[in-house]
T-cell receptor
């Protein structure tokens, strides 16, 4: 049975810190997604990746297919980055498995 | 200009009632989804339709019935509402299954 494990579950950081959120899965993947859910509830797709690395502003997502592991990094964190970050596994059959999310709080 | 829209945004109703939530996307996507986010904030996929055909149907009560009249719409009908159905329901769409998803603003359902 494939499972998606995210860590940490909760993360508190000071403004400016470098942040890493981890996601691991157990079965071969088609695509790995990172979502951001704002405190107000809205959900935004940050990245979809199947190999290598992607960068968007201060956000970087990496995936290691061999190790079945992905990381989301935030450089120079800011209070507005406070949100829940969710890792989503996408399988070749179109199935989706969600991680439980990482609640990030960045203090000024 | 809203890419994925849901109506209503809030829905308060009594136990036992039947209600529908509508979802529309104007992105030309082929795949649409319904998710439930419970009080613990965990997102769970309920259904996925690709080109109006059901492709994912997780274990949800059969009181929940999705209806896709066309590729741009995926409505969720819930019969005999129960207290445990209270949650936020999100609709989403993507070009193809597993592709990047675009989420609607959510519908907060409260069953009294």
């Amino acid at each position: 049975k494939n499972e998606v494990e995210q860590s940490p579950q909760n993360l508190t950081a000071q403004e400016g810190e470098f942040i890493t959120i981890n996601c691991s899965y157990s079965v071969g993947i088609s695509a790995l997604h990172w979502l951001q859910q704002h405190p107000g509830g809205g959900i935004v797709s940050l990245f979809m990746l199947s190999s290598g690395k992607k960068k968007h502003g201060r956000l970087i997502a990496t995936i290691n297919i061999q190790e079945k592991h992905s990381s989301l990094h935030i450089t120079a964190s800011h209070p507005r980055d406070s949100a829940v970050y969710i890792c989503v596994y996408g399988g070749s059959q179109g199935n989706l498995i969600f991680g439980k999310g990482t609640k990030l709080s960045v203090k000024p | 200009d809203t890419a994925v829209s849901q109506t209503p945004k809030y829905l308060v109703t009594q136990m036992g009632n039947d209600k529908s939530i509508k979802c529309e996307q104007n992105l030309g996507h082929d795949t649409m989804y319904w998710y439930k986010q419970d009080s613990k904030k965990f997102l769970k996929i309920m259904f996925s339709y690709n080109n109006k055909e059901l492709i994912i149907n997780e274990t949800v009560p059969n009181r929940f019935s999705p209806k896709s009249p066309d590729k741009a719409h995926l409505n969720l009908h819930i019969n005999s509402l129960e207290l445990g159905d209270s949650a936020v329901y999100f609709c989403a769409s993507s070009q193809m299954p597993v592709n990047e998803q675009f989420f609607g603003p959510g519908t907060r359902l409260t069953v009294l």
